[in-house]
T-cell receptor
Framework: GQQLNQSPQSMFIQEGEDVSMNCTSSSIFNTWLWYKQEPGEGPVLLIA?????ELTSNGRLTAQFGITRKDSFLNISASIPSDVGIYFC??????????????FGKGTKLSVKP | GAVVSQHPSWVICKSGTSVKIECRSL??????MFWYRQFPKQSLMLMAT?????????EQGVEKDKFLINHASLTLSTLTVTSAHPEDSSFYIC???????????FGDGTRLSIL
């Protein structure tokens, strides 16, 4: 099925470093979501973006919805070991998918070295 | 808020057995619930969408007679894997929303292993 282009696939960083990941799509979405998944668990919602150009923060996390509504980035500042996991972007609604259904990126696996 | 509970978290059973997985929204009423399947190191793949009181909508390639979905109340949806075989082994995850314009909130998943 349709997927978002998420990059990078994986990141190995030192504790304290900042992290940036992004997603792009050929389709317009009404909503962009960022989730984090840890091994053996379901995804947990981090940030939801509803308006083009919207910049939203959640603690050390910041995400922006692109002006064209076809892309988004997620930044994590001053990473800590518990940031380890797989981060997924997801698009919802608009021309990219039927209402309510999510289209997922392939995920960015983050590893943090203490 | 928006807590989704999934049970069981882990199940091992013999080939040919039917397995039921429950998904509950604990602090909100979920008009719509979604069922996903996730293979190792891959993203979530939508299997079906269920709306309370109506038949589920299955994604292309998903056998509706194999994966039975029931959404009989606003807080509970069940997925039954009928006559499970080793190739059905996977991580199954549900999500729920109070309405389809809201973000999906996910359960913790069920690890299904068929011997």
């Amino acid at each position: 099925g349709q997927q978002l282009n998420q990059s990078p696939q994986s990141m190995f960083i030192q504790e304290g470093e900042d992290v940036s990941m992004n997603c792009t799509s050929s389709s317009i979405f009404n909503t962009w979501l960022w989730y984090k998944q840890e091994p053996g668990e379901g995804p947990v919602l981090l940030i939801a973006l509803y308006k083009a150009g919207e910049l939203t923060s959640n603690g050390r996390l910041t995400a922006q919805f692109g002006i064209t509504r076809k892309d988004s980035f997620l930044n994590i500042s001053a990473s800590i070991p518990s940031d380890v996991g797989i981060y997924f972007c997801a698009g919802q609604g608009g021309y990219g998918g039927s209402q309510g259904n999510l289209i997922f990126g392939k995920g960015t696996k983050l590893s943090v070295k203490p | 808020g928006a807590v989704v509970s999934q049970h069981p978290s882990w199940v091992i059973c013999k080939s040919g057995t039917s397995v039921k997985i429950e998904c509950r929204s604990l602090d909100f009423q979920a008009t719509t619930m979604f069922w996903y399947r996730q293979f190792p190191k891959q993203s979530l793949m939508l299997m079906a969408t269920s709306n309370e009181g109506s038949k589920a909508t299955y994604e292309q390639g998903v056998e509706k007679d194999k994966f039975l979905i029931n959404h009989a109340s606003l807080t509970l949806s069940t997925l039954t894997v009928t006559s499970a075989h080793p190739e059905d082994s996977s991580f199954y995850i549900c999500s729920a929303v109070p309405d389809r314009n809201q973000p999906q909130h996910f359960g913790d998943g069920t690890r299904l292993s068929i011997l």
